[in-house]
Each structure stands twice: as C-alpha cells, then as structure tokens.
C-alpha cells in the first residue's frame, strides 16, 4: 500500500525542453516523455517506487505503472 504522505512529498521530475515542449526523462524507458497529468503521476510513482520501497529500476516496467494508476 502506497503511504500517501510520503508519496506526497516526492518532488516532481526535472523537466527538459524537446522540440519546444517540456518533457520528463524517464527512468525505466531512458528517454524523454513529454509531460501530461498522467505522466506527471507516473513518473511520481516511479520515484516512489525506487526511492521509498527501493524497488530495483529493472524491475520496473512503465506498462505494469500505467496499469497501477
């Protein structure tokens, strides 16, 4: 169960510009997301995964987070 507290305090990624829009670079795929609510949760739960529950970064697959959320 995700502790809602600390996953509130999880700051949100750095942003990067790509082709004039902002964009995350994520973790687990190695490549610039462009950024959306979705994936602003997403990468936010990759964070928690990796740094609360320490979970492995190659145990993550973004289609099983999609699925999460």
């Given at each position: 169960m995700i502790n809602v507290e600390k996953f509130n305090k999880i700051n949100n990624p750095v942003t990067y510009s790509r082709r004039g829009k902002?964009?995350?670079?994520d973790p687990v795929r190695q490549q610039l997301i462009y950024v959306t609510p979705e994936e602003t949760i997403r990468q936010r739960t990759i964070q928690y995964l990796l740094q609360e529950l320490n979970v492995p970064l190659n145990m993550l697959n973004p289609v099983y987070i999609t699925v999460l959320l």
């Open positions: 902002e964009s995350y670079l």
